[in-house]
């Protein structure tokens, strides 16, 4: 081979290391980790109060998913890792208190629907909003910890009177709960 050619050679294969080298460099991407395990490669776009919005990488379309649902964000650019939630480990019944109970449902986003749950309350007497709502929420909570569940999405929050009839009254009320649970 000739000095020319050898040259050539040299010339090839530095500017394809150089290629490579800034390509990759560009293609640095933001990596989302949920707490089941699964990674999102992206572009984060932002970081709201409960969401967060991406982008997958390659693609325009803006994507969002519950901050419940991630355990960190390690930004490509710079590094930096930011721990969102931490994980909700709930075992069993015992455990209700550890459910949150959510009601917007852009907060869901990213999570695995198990399944609808109630909580209510038995006919109560002269009993304020209160009590009958936390009665009820507490059962709510209870019925997703029984499935594992460490989050309700609420899909219905009512009280019945004696007659039947929805609304406040000042008699035997019922509180009652629908949500639906969900998981990592």
């Given at each position: 081979m000739s000095n020319l050619k050898k040259i050539k050679m040299k010339k090839i294969i530095l500017l394809f290391a150089?290629?490579?080298f800034s390509g990759s460099i560009y293609a640095q991407v933001d990596v989302i980790t949920k707490h089941n395990g699964e990674i999102v490669k992206g572009k984060v776009i932002r970081v709201d109060e409960y969401v967060v919005v991406y982008k997958y990488d390659g693609e325009d379309a803006e994507n969002s998913i519950g901050k419940y649902a991630i355990e960190k964000?390690?930004?490509?650019?710079?590094?930096?890792?930011?721990?969102v939630t931490e994980k909700i480990v709930v075992n069993g019944e015992n455990d209700?208190?550890?459910?949150?109970?959510?009601e917007d449902k852009s907060y869901i986003a990213g999570l695995k629907k198990v399944g609808e749950i109630k909580g209510k309350t038995a006919f109560i007497n002269m009993h304020t909003g209160n009590t009958g709502d936390s009665k009820a929420d507490?059962?709510?909570?209870?019925?997703?910890?029984k499935l594992g569940c460490p989050f309700v999405f609420m899909t219905a929050d009512k009280d019945i009177n004696e007659s039947?009839?929805?609304?406040?009254?000042?008699?035997?009320?019922?509180?009652?709960?629908?949500g639906i649970a969900y998981k990592y």
């Amino acid at each position: 081979m000739s000095n020319l050619k050898k040259i050539k050679m040299k010339k090839i294969i530095l500017l394809f290391a150089i290629a490579m080298f800034s390509g990759s460099i560009y293609a640095q991407v933001d990596v989302i980790t949920k707490h089941n395990g699964e990674i999102v490669k992206g572009k984060v776009i932002r970081v709201d109060e409960y969401v967060v919005v991406y982008k997958y990488d390659g693609e325009d379309a803006e994507n969002s998913i519950g901050k419940y649902a991630i355990e960190k964000i390690v930004y490509g650019k710079s590094g930096r890792v930011e721990e969102v939630t931490e994980k909700i480990v709930v075992n069993g019944e015992n455990d209700w208190d550890k459910v949150i109970i959510l009601e917007d449902k852009s907060y869901i986003a990213g999570l695995k629907k198990v399944g609808e749950i109630k909580g209510k309350t038995a006919f109560i007497n002269m009993h304020t909003g209160n009590t009958g709502d936390s009665k009820a929420d507490k059962k709510l909570k209870m019925e997703a910890a029984k499935l594992g569940c460490p989050f309700v999405f609420m899909t219905a929050d009512k009280d019945i009177n004696e007659s039947g009839a929805n609304g406040v009254s000042f008699g035997a009320v019922q509180a009652i709960r629908k949500g639906i649970a969900y998981k990592y």
